[in-house]
């Protein structure tokens, strides 16, 4: 069940995508609420999956491959849209390829990815509760906003005067969002450095 829930959020995104491009002020005005369902799934799974006693790595994979799918795509989408600069996917993906590739490096030696940075300050950018839970609300709340700013930017939208308040609120959640992407990525960037040049040695059965 849980694993269902979180691939549901797949054709959910397309469609969502699918309001952006094509729909008018009303349909684009509530697809900022559907973007919040959307992305409260990943929380409804989890809470699922441990109701149910169906935690497993599938669940936790399919979870992750999920977020990172939804995440590049909206701001792919958004910079597509010309309401962003392309230059905020160009950093997300960087960071995202890099980062995940350093944590391969790490899980194939057994180190689970929250273990790879040792200094108290990486540990509380990467791994602590505040900023996991800042950065999914950070960039929730810029692609609410940025669905919002399209909407008031559809040609005979109402209220107008909104619009130039609704763009400044997103692009600065944007790149706060950004801001905090960098945050977390570059301490694992700078401590895979060691993680390269002395590995672990592999476990052996």
Same mark, same amino acid.
Request: charged share 10%.
């Given at each position: 069940?849980?694993? +269902?829930?979180?691939?549901?959020?797949?054709?959910?995104?397309? +469609?969502?995508?699918?309001f952006l491009y094509y729909g008018g002020f009303s349909l684009r005005f509530w697809s900022a609420l559907f973007i919040i369902v959307i992305i409260a799934m990943d929380s409804i799974d989890g809470i699922v999956a441990r109701a149910r006693g169906e935690t497993s790595l599938l669940g936790s994979a399919l979870d992750i491959a999920t977020d990172r799918t939804l995440e590049i795509i909206l701001w792919v989408v958004f910079a597509h849209l010309g309401?962003?600069?392309?230059?905020v996917p160009l950093i997300?993906?960087?960071?995202?390829?890099?980062?995940d590739a350093m944590r391969a490096v790490g899980m194939s030696n057994g180190l689970p990815p929250f273990e790879q940075v040792k200094s108290p300050i990486s540990r509380f950018l990467v791994a602590s509760r505040f900023m996991r839970s800042s950065y999914g609300f950070l960039k929730?709340?810029?692609?609410?906003?940025?669905?919002l700013d399209l909407a008031f930017h559809t040609p005979g939208a109402p209220y107008p005067a909104f619009h130039p308040t609704v763009h400044t609120i997103? #692009?600065?959640?944007?790149?706060?969002?950004v801001i905090?992407?960098? #945050?977390?990525?570059?301490?694992?960037?700078?401590e895979s450095y060691d993680l390269l040049k002395n590995p672990p040695p592999?476990?052996?059965?």
């Open positions: 069940m849980a694993n +269902l829930i979180t691939l549901a959020r797949f054709p959910l995104l397309f +469609l969502y995508v699918a309401l962003i600069s392309i230059v997300v993906i960087t960071r995202g390829t890099t980062v929730g709340a810029a692609f609410t906003a940025l669905t997103a #692009l600065v959640l944007t790149w706060l969002a905090w992407c960098l #945050l977390r990525g570059i301490p694992v960037l700078v592999a476990k052996t059965r």
